[in-house]
């Protein structure tokens, strides 16, 4: 497959007017990401408050994944993404008054940010399982990857975005813009023509469902190989995601400005990684590429505990960006092609739970971790442990079939 394949999907009428909506959508929630963290810092500058952000809107996803993924193969998969949506909508433009108002503080932040990682927790497997329905099989790892790519363009654009509104008329407005944008995937949602709900294999309790979910990782050993190897990459490569914001302001003496920068930068390299991966993924498979991706974290994780220059931090972001979209889609193509349509909402939801889990509980370790010993050992542990993780790797293959 050549590199021009990583376009493919988008030939698919209904997939390129979701994706693009999603892409709005992601550009604003990266916007409230970077508002919230950088507003912790000013509550609190400390490494493990400042983590506490990251677990907050990871830990419900961990938390709640699987109960919702049953529920999304339950119901109508197109208007539970809608009511979803409408809740982060407002929670982002409650979070924004109370900062214009000035009564925000750490409590209400880290408590709206617990509820939108529980709407993520529902909108995140669901919107996973919808992909399939929207292209053909062939088509379907690049739009995994296209997916991914969405993120990373969104980080790309909305941290440097979120920057320059803080900058020039607050850190209230990134909230504010970040729930317009969920009025975007509305729309898209609603204009979706020739939807069809998938049915259940079989009538069941919810109860009943829930347990036939947790039944695929005991004997589903594709998915089961494919979620051992999300938690020793995620694990530690969610160490400089926890950490971002004092490496911009210990470690490069930066302020929001080179943060959202930064962040842009991972953004960046994932997206110029991805013009890449189709050709990397036909030429060593989805293994090698996860195995490689997980190398060079472990670079990125050595380059942010020593770098003291912002420029070359920079360049250690846009190699953390191409790693991570390449171990992030090569996990999510592995975790899809292991599932069934009508079970497939569950299946990514246990994917979904480790995935946001390891961030989550991550991001309390290296947070703690950071507090204990420093920012720069903590990151530096985090590599060591990011290679060492790759010796089990080699007994989990991944399989893309």
Not at 111 to 117: D, E, K, N, Q, R
Not at 149 to 165: D, E, H, K, T, Y
Not at 352 to 369: D, E, I, K, P, R
């Amino acid at each position: 497959m050549s590199a021009a394949g990583a376009w493919a999907p988008l030939r698919h009428r209904q997939f390129a007017l979701l994706w693009g909506a999603g892409l709005v959508a992601n550009v604003g929630n990266w916007m409230y990401d970077l508002a919230a963290r950088w507003l912790m810092t000013e509550f609190d500058p400390s490494a493990s408050m400042v983590a506490l952000v990251q677990a907050a809107s990871a830990l419900p996803v961990f938390l709640l994944a699987v109960p919702a993924g049953t529920l999304a193969d339950r119901c109508d998969r197109r208007w539970l993404l809608i009511i979803v949506q409408a809740a982060m909508l407002l929670l982002a433009l409650l979070m924004g008054l109370l900062v214009l108002g000035h009564i925000a503080n750490p409590v209400n932040l880290l408590l709206i940010t617990l509820a939108m990682g529980s709407c993520v927790a529902v909108m995140s497997p669901t919107w996973q399982a919808i992909v399939p329905a929207l292209v053909t099989r062939e088509d379907l790892p690049q739009a995994i990857a296209l997916h991914a790519m969405s993120m990373n363009i969104s980080r790309a654009i909305g941290p440097a975005l979120a920057g320059v509104v803080i900058a020039a008329i607050g850190i209230a407005w990134p909230f504010l813009i970040n729930a317009l944008t969920f009025v975007v995937v509305i729309t898209a949602l609603l204009m979706w023509r020739g939807y069809r709900r998938v049915e259940p294999v079989k009538k069941e309790s919810y109860l009943a469902a829930l347990r036939t979910g947790f039944a695929q990782a005991r004997d589903n050993a594709a998915l089961q190989r494919t979620l051992w190897r999300s938690v020793l990459y995620y694990m530690n490569g969610s160490c400089y995601w926890a950490l971002l914001p004092l490496i911009a302001r210990e470690q490069l003496s930066g302020g929001p400005g080179l943060f959202g920068i930064l962040v842009g930068c991972i953004g960046a390299g994932a997206v110029a990684g991805a013009m890449f991966l189709p050709r990397l993924r036909a030429r060593i498979g989805i293994d090698k590429v996860q195995q490689l991706g997980q190398l060079a974290t472990a670079v990125a994780l050595l380059g942010f505990a020593l770098l003291r220059i912002p420029v070359l931090g920079m360049l250690a972001a846009l190699l953390a960006g191409a790693a991570w979209l390449a171990s992030l889609s090569s996990l999510n193509v592995a975790a899809q092609l292991a599932m069934s349509d009508a079970l497939r909402a569950r299946g990514m939801a246990l994917y979904t739970a480790v995935f946001y889990g390891c961030l989550a509980l991550g991001s309390l370790l290296w947070g703690q971790v950071a507090t204990c010993v420093g920012v720069t050992l903590a990151l530096g542990i985090a590599a060591l442990l990011a290679l060492l993780a790759l010796l089990p790797a080699k007994s989990l293959p991944l399989r893309a079939n």
